[in-house]
């Protein structure tokens, strides 16, 4: 896979729609670099002016262009102050949204078997690293070459041959800087793996809070913790030595050169070898100015080396995906859902689901029982295409599973879950999912999923609470089941969903959708109430991933099979 490519549409997304501020940003660099050079120019005016050299400005004149130099300065830092953080603000939000809206061409089986805190660092860490090596480090490297050269070309205008000593000298801060520079990218990398990691575990620790208080599992969740946290300090730790060392001895070498020019330009002075004190005193500060240039460029360009090998690590992890391939389909089923010698193991050798076959009609309401562990979820998850790597057929009209593009199987079938994830939004926000419906649509769907009286109660506008805090596990429920009915697909899956709900409000609820009309409903449930079983027009039995029994509730009675002693130690 080439790297450079894959990562090129998002290195765009910085420029894209962003160019007049990256050009204002550029411009007020390139002015800036100029005005750094011109004041030192200045200095050496000054110098020989004090000094009774010849072929100086006069003093007014030496004013009028200070005046000037800091009219520009006031300029240019006002064009930056107003381009650069909006360009930032801008390359950064662009970024994030083309990231993230790949991330959601993933699917679910992808997704499903990907760790989230590693998308959480990528978003955030090392969204933070790439803006400051990668963003602003770029203005950085521009500005500092182009002083350092400036710097460079003024000196041979000055003295070639004090230039070509400084030119030798800039060597080794050069070559030491470069013999450090190229661990620094394979330990930013570090960071960010560590930086995953922690994140991981840190996320683990607070979705688990419950669990680890009810166990009293405190002092070893800490311990684990902590574990994490020192192995991520440790790694940025690691990448801040290389910093701080490759900027000593950048520092201690451009010292070192930078005199060695002052005094080669004071013993050529004192010597009657045309050069000035003013000239002495420049050389100084233009050596500085490269040698600053040397000592920082491979730590800019490493630090810039570094961010893009985060944006490449971003764009691969976001490449591993289950494309998009195959056609749509009419959000209508005709004939039904037909299942053909369907397996599917999660762990190789370990079969979830054998050999299942049958023909959902369309239109028609099915139940699946069985003990927990038997593959009613599975099988469901599998109708949601969560999963691809099964063996048969799932066919939706004739139309295998694995041909249909996702987002058109989401127009005709939906899931109710077992586990429901709410936003902290308001109600009605998560009910229509942020979009839009029409009013009697909303309405008759919280009518339908029992929660009219909870919104006359508390209304609509009600915040629920990050991940449902604000409502109770039923109200969670009632909102799935909610989100559902609205969509109004053709077909209906449901996965336990009035578990959570007390006995009164769950009949309802259910009777409620089996009621509804022309809906292909394929209820999992653990409830073997008489009165709903009696209204499904295909019960299915399943045990250890097998259909053991189907029929119509009284037929599988009149069998006095598996079906019969579950209803039977039900009641």
């Known amino acids: 896979m080439n790297k450079r490519k894959l990562r090129k549409p998002f290195i765009q997304q910085f420029y894209r729609h962003n160019k007049l501020n990256f050009s204002l940003s550029m411009l007020a660099t390139a002015v800036m670099a100029f005005v750094n050079l011109v004041i030192s120019w200045m200095l050496q005016q000054v110098m020989d002016l004090i000094a009774g050299a010849e072929n100086v400005l006069p003093l007014p004149q030496l004013l009028w262009v200070f005046a000037g130099v800091i009219g520009m300065v006031v300029l240019v830092g006002a064009v930056r102050a107003w381009a650069m953080p909006r360009f930032y603000a801008r390359a950064m939000r662009q970024y994030k949204d083309y990231a993230f809206e790949q991330l959601l061409r993933k699917n679910i089986s992808t997704f499903s078997r990907e760790n989230t805190s590693t998308y ?330 029992g929660l009219a009286d909870f919104v006359k109660r508390k209304g609509e506008a009600c915040l629920c609470g990050e991940n449902g805090a604000g409502l109770s596990g039923g109200e969670r429920q009632r909102v799935s089941i909610a989100r559902c009915l609205l969509r109004e697909t053709p077909v209906l899956l449901v996965d336990e969903a009035t578990s959570a709900l007390d006995k009164e409000t769950a009949y309802r609820i259910t009777a409620s959708i089996l009621d509804l009309e022309g809906l292909t409903r394929i209820i999992v449930t653990h409830s073997l109430d008489e009165t709903l079983l009696r209204k499904y027009d295909g019960i299915l039995v399943l045990r250890h991933g097998r259909i053991v029994e189907t029929g119509r509730f009284e037929q599988l009675m009149e069998k006095k099979g598996l079906f019969y002693s579950l209803f039977t130690v039900a009641q």
Not at 352 to 362: D, P
Not at 366 to 373: E, K, N, R, T
Request: charged share 20%; net charge neutral; glycine share 8%.
């Open 120 to 449: 959480l660092s990528a978003f955030s860490n090392d969204a933070t690293s790439i803006e400051a090596n990668y963003l602003e480090g770029l203005f950085t490297l521009i500005m500092e070459g182009l002083i350092g050269l400036g710097a460079f070309l003024l000196m041979f205008w000055y003295s070639p041959l004090l230039a070509a000593i400084a030119l030798g000298l800039s060597l080794a801060p050069l070559l030491t800087s470069l013999l450090t520079g190229k661990k620094l990218v394979a330990a930013e990398k570090e960071v960010s793996r560590k930086n995953d990691s922690f994140l991981s575990m840190l996320k683990d620790s607070l979705v688990g809070f419950s669990v680890v208080k009810s166990f009293q599992a405190e002092k070893d969740i800490l311990r684990l913790f902590s574990k994490s946290n020192e192995k991520a300090q440790a790694a940025k730790a690691y990448s801040n030595r290389l910093k701080q060392i490759l900027h000593t001895i950048g520092s201690a070498s451009g010292l070192l050169a930078q005199f060695g020019v002052f005094f080669a330009a004071a013993f050529m002075a004192v010597t009657g070898r045309n050069v000035t004190p003013g000239m002495a005193w420049v050389f100084l500060q233009l050596s500085g100015l490269a040698f600053n240039f040397l000592e920082e460029a491979p730590s800019l360009i490493s630090g810039r080396a570094a961010a893009l090998g985060l944006v490449e690590k971003q764009a691969l992890l976001l490449a591993e995906n289950v494309r998009e391939e195959g056609g749509g389909i009419p959000k209508v089923l005709n004939d039904g859902i037909k299942l053909c010698d369907l397996s599917f193991s999660y762990t190789a050798g370990e079969e979830v689901l054998h050999k299942i076959n049958y023909q959902f009609e369309a239109g028609k309401r099915y139940a699946l029982v069985g003990a927990s562990g038997s593959g009613k979820s599975t099988l469901l998850n599998l109708l949601m295409a969560a999963h691809s790597e099964y063996e048969g057929e799932i066919l939706f009209d004739q139309r295998e599973l694995r041909s249909i593009r996702t987002d058109s199987l989401y127009e005709l079938v939906s899931l109710i879950e077992q586990n429901v994830f709410v936003f902290n939004s308001t109600l009605r926000n998560n009910i229509t999912m942020f979009q839009d419906f029409p009013e009697d649509q909303i309405q008759r769907a919280v009518k339908l999923s």
